[in-house]
């Protein structure tokens, strides 16, 4: 199991002072016990796997280094350069064996996680939820995981999302949707999810790229005033 922390941040822009990775979230939805977004999802991929590997930033490797010593799990630096998720950890994949993929600033929930890994290993599959979610608030649709066997083929689609964003016909930031509208052969700038591709999941399980989704999202609402009353 990949969990993927090497994104350039640009989303979060240095929000409460540290990466969004190291944002404070709660354990439980309705807990007030609270550790860093990253920490939770590592805790949560080492109850499910022997075999975690976390992908860090190439510029400020450290702290992600010392929170996978922490958790026990594997640890690779990304090198400089490497434009996504699929990208920074290709290094890392299984070759002929089943990969699956967790976003780092995603805050899953445990029945997201069985679901994830309830369908590695049929192939190419994207997890998520396909429009805005009426448990978080979060106003449209994100992919939280992916998984696949088929390394060759993995490599292929890295290739031809770089291709297909550098040439312009695809949004240079949206890798993931772009990745998957090249496995169902849909346009690749509209938003159509087809199974069997898509397995969504619709919970609080959410993505945390910006400042506006720290506040919104239910295992972080009211954290910070909480924590400065203390």
Same mark, same amino acid.
């Given at each position: 199991?990949? &969990?993927?922390?090497?994104?350039?941040?640009?989303?979060?822009?240095?929000?409460?002072?540290?990466?969004?990775?190291?944002?404070?979230?709660?354990?439980?939805?309705?807990?007030?016990?609270?550790?860093?977004?990253?920490?939770?999802?590592?805790?949560?991929?080492?109850?499910?796997?022997?075999?975690?590997?976390?992908?860090?930033?190439?510029?400020?490797?450290?702290?992600?280094?010392?929170?996978?010593?922490?958790?026990?799990?594997?640890?690779?630096?990304?090198?400089?350069?490497?434009?996504?998720?699929?990208?920074?950890?290709?290094?890392?994949?299984?070759?002929?064996?089943?990969?699956?993929?967790?976003?780092?600033?995603?805050?899953?929930?445990?029945?997201?996680?069985?679901?994830?890994?309830?369908?590695?290993?049929?192939?190419?599959?994207?997890?998520?939820?396909?429009?805005?979610?009426?448990?978080?608030?979060?106003?449209?649709?994100?992919?939280?995981?992916?998984?696949?066997?088929?390394?060759?083929?993995?490599?292929?689609?890295?290739?031809?999302?770089?291709?297909?964003?550098?040439?312009?016909?695809?949004?240079?930031?949206?890798?993931?949707?772009?990745?998957?509208?090249?496995?169902?052969?849909?346009?690749?700038?509209?938003? &159509?999810?087809?199974?069997?591709?898509?397995?969504? =999941?619709?919970?609080?399980?959410?993505? =945390?790229?910006?400042?506006?989704?720290?506040?919104?999202?239910?295992?972080?609402?009211?954290?910070?005033?909480?924590?400065?009353?203390?």
């Amino acid at each position: 199991m990949i &969990v993927a922390a090497a994104g350039p941040q640009t989303k979060w822009g240095g929000h409460l002072g540290v990466r969004s990775h190291f944002a404070p979230v709660r354990e439980e939805l309705g807990s007030d016990a609270a550790m860093p977004l990253l920490g939770r999802t590592l805790w949560q991929a080492a109850r499910w796997s022997d075999e975690v590997c976390l992908v860090g930033p190439p510029d400020d490797p450290e702290p992600y280094r010392e929170l996978a010593a922490m958790r026990e799990v594997h640890f690779y630096v990304a090198s400089a350069g490497r434009r996504n998720e699929f990208e920074s950890t290709r290094p890392v994949w299984a070759p002929g064996g089943t990969n699956v993929l967790l976003l780092g600033d995603v805050w899953f929930t445990d029945v997201a996680l069985a679901t994830v890994l309830a369908h590695a290993g049929e192939g190419f599959r994207f997890f998520g939820r396909e429009q805005a979610s009426p448990v978080t608030g979060s106003p449209w649709g994100e992919i939280f995981a992916q998984s696949w066997t088929d390394t060759a083929e993995m490599g292929r689609l890295t290739e031809a999302v770089r291709r297909e964003q550098d040439a312009g016909h695809a949004d240079p930031t949206k890798h993931g949707w772009t990745m998957l509208r090249l496995l169902q052969d849909t346009p690749l700038r509209e938003h &159509v999810v087809l199974r069997p591709w898509w397995v969504e =999941i619709n919970d609080a399980t959410d993505d =945390i790229d910006f400042p506006e989704d720290y506040s919104r999202h239910p295992a972080t609402r009211g954290l910070m005033e909480a924590a400065a009353c203390e």
